[in-house]
């Protein structure tokens, strides 16, 4: 009696796991644990075909990276008006929101993305932030982010002024993102994604200037060399929201000098440099928070397994170190409470980190004129 009622137990526990673990078979083949995740494949395909095709965490990755912020951010947990976050309004309103100082680079990614928008049945919400999230599987260093699917589309258009601007100083930056629901903590895991972005409309002479050395990696390069004594302009000098970095060809914005200089955020900095599991698995909680922000997520479901692994970061690469021709002492050490770690430097002649639109130039769709 007593063995009978042991199989039982047993028959009874394999069929709840079973239940527990059920998936659901797509159209297209694919499993999923919601059916809701199947609508997915097709665009996955589509975009990893056509609109990451050939890009290896350059132009069309940074593209879709940088639009999901500027979506995401226009939010306020005490002005209504301010938006609902991450809601598409971007470019539901594009006529309005585009014409924004802090979009206009935006422009790009509208081009980039509106066709795709248009051969699917997913709402605009729900494209830009599973395009950034997938655009990061291109980096090698990246964490696989999770994504949520079923936003709702925006209503209205978000003001002016949610996006914070390079030439703005730390409280009003920091201000700006505490009304979104960021920390301080939260914003320098955010600023990660700079280590494989570029800047669009701070030098009108040149685009694609890159933030660090080695743009097409997401690794803690970006946090080393923001710290270094600034020499040289990339471009042209003296554009508002640029200073001067230490790099041939890498472009500085003022607001990452000073946010890695400033008593609120200095040692979140240094905490990154030379930490690649920190600084990857920081901002992969950050970006999480960022693409639901102003939705309701007890309505969305997980889809996290449609985003494709990304590529692995070698140990190797994974370690920082100072650039040809530098050394500890071109460190600016704000943080008091961390001693900076000992890096290598990099053997060679210092060189000039080219343009990140190098390669894709002739695939990259022209500017909107205004």
């Given at each position: 009696?007593?063995?009978?009622?042991?199989?039982?137990?047993?028959?009874?526990?394999?069929?709840?796991?079973?239940?527990?673990?059920?998936?659901?078979?797509?159209?297209?083949?694919?499993?999923?644990?919601?059916?809701?995740?199947?609508?997915?494949?097709?665009?996955?395909?589509?975009?990893?075909?056509?609109?990451?095709?050939?890009?290896?965490?350059?132009?069309?990755?940074?593209?879709?990276?940088?639009?999901?912020?500027?979506?995401?951010?226009?939010?306020?947990?005490?002005?209504?008006?301010?938006?609902?976050?991450?809601?598409?309004?971007?470019?539901?309103?594009?006529?309005?929101?585009?014409?924004?100082?802090?979009?206009?680079?935006?422009?790009?990614?509208?081009?980039?993305?509106?066709?795709?928008?248009?051969?699917?049945?997913?709402?605009?919400?729900?494209?830009?932030?599973?395009?950034?999230?997938?655009?990061?599987?291109?980096?090698?260093?990246?964490?696989?982010?999770?994504?949520?699917?079923?936003?709702?589309?925006?209503?209205?258009?978000?003001?002016?002024?949610?996006?914070?601007?390079?030439?703005?100083?730390?409280?009003?930056?920091?201000?700006?993102?505490?009304?979104?629901?960021?920390?301080?903590?939260?914003?320098?895991?955010?600023?990660?994604?700079?280590?494989?972005?570029?800047?669009?409309?701070?030098?009108?002479?040149?685009?694609?200037?890159?933030?660090?050395?080695?743009?097409?990696?997401?690794?803690t390069q970006f946090f080393?060399?923001?710290?270094?004594?600034?020499?040289?302009?990339?471009?042209?000098?003296?554009?508002?929201?640029?200073?001067?970095?230490?790099?041939a060809g890498v472009l500085?914005?003022?607001?990452?000098?000073?946010?890695?200089?400033?008593?609120?955020?200095?040692?979140?900095?240094?905490?990154?440099?030379?930490?690649?599991?920190?600084?990857?698995?920081?901002?992969?909680?950050?970006?999480?928070?960022?693409?639901?922000?102003?939705?309701?997520?007890?309505?969305?479901?997980?889809?996290?397994?449609?985003?494709?692994?990304?590529?692995?970061?070698?140990?190797?690469?994974?370690?920082?170190?100072?650039?040809?021709?530098?050394?500890?002492?071109?460190?600016?050490?704000?943080?008091?409470?961390?001693?900076?770690?000992?890096?290598?430097?990099?053997?060679?002649?210092?060189?000039?980190?080219?343009?990140?639109?190098?390669s894709t130039l002739q695939?990259?769709?022209?500017?909107?004129?205004?």
């Amino acid at each position: 009696m007593l063995s009978t009622t042991f199989a039982l137990l047993a028959i009874l526990v394999t069929v709840s796991n079973a239940a527990l673990t059920r998936r659901v078979t797509c159209p297209d083949g694919h499993t999923v644990s919601n059916k809701a995740c199947c609508a997915l494949f097709p665009v996955l395909e589509d975009i990893q075909t056509n609109m990451f095709a050939d890009d290896n965490c350059s132009d069309a990755a940074h593209t879709a990276l940088r639009v999901a912020f500027h979506d995401a951010i226009g939010f306020s947990k005490t002005q209504r008006s301010f938006g609902t976050g991450a809601d598409g309004s971007i470019f539901i309103f594009a006529e309005t929101e585009l014409s924004y100082d802090a979009n206009l680079g935006i422009a790009d990614a509208f081009n980039l993305e509106a066709p795709f928008i248009a051969n699917h049945s997913i709402g605009v919400a729900d494209f830009i932030q599973f395009a950034a999230a997938v655009s990061l599987t291109r980096c090698p260093g990246i964490l696989r982010p999770t994504f949520m699917f079923g936003r709702v589309d925006a209503k209205a258009p978000a003001p002016d002024g949610t996006v914070p601007e390079p030439f703005q100083d730390v409280k009003t930056i920091l201000a700006r993102m505490a009304d979104a629901g960021f920390s301080p903590s939260e914003l320098v895991a955010l600023l990660a994604s700079h280590s494989i972005a570029g800047a669009d409309d701070v030098d009108a002479n040149f685009s694609g200037l890159p933030f660090d050395s080695t743009p097409s990696v997401f690794d803690t390069q970006f946090f080393v060399e923001t710290l270094l004594k600034g020499t040289l302009f990339p471009g042209t000098s003296g554009n508002q929201g640029e200073v001067e970095s230490a790099v041939a060809g890498v472009l500085r914005l003022q607001s990452d000098s000073e946010l890695a200089r400033a008593p609120e955020t200095a040692c979140f900095w240094q905490a990154n440099v030379d930490d690649q599991l920190l600084m990857a698995f920081t901002f992969r909680q950050a970006f999480a928070k960022m693409q639901i922000v102003g939705q309701d997520v007890s309505k969305l479901v997980d889809c996290s397994e449609v985003i494709p692994q990304p590529p692995a970061l070698s140990a190797s690469a994974a370690k920082a170190f100072f650039p040809p021709g530098l050394t500890r002492k071109d460190v600016q050490q704000a943080c008091p409470l961390l001693p900076f770690p000992n890096l290598p430097t990099k053997a060679g002649a210092p060189e000039s980190i080219p343009s990140m639109y190098v390669s894709t130039l002739q695939k990259r769709p022209p500017k909107t004129e205004r």
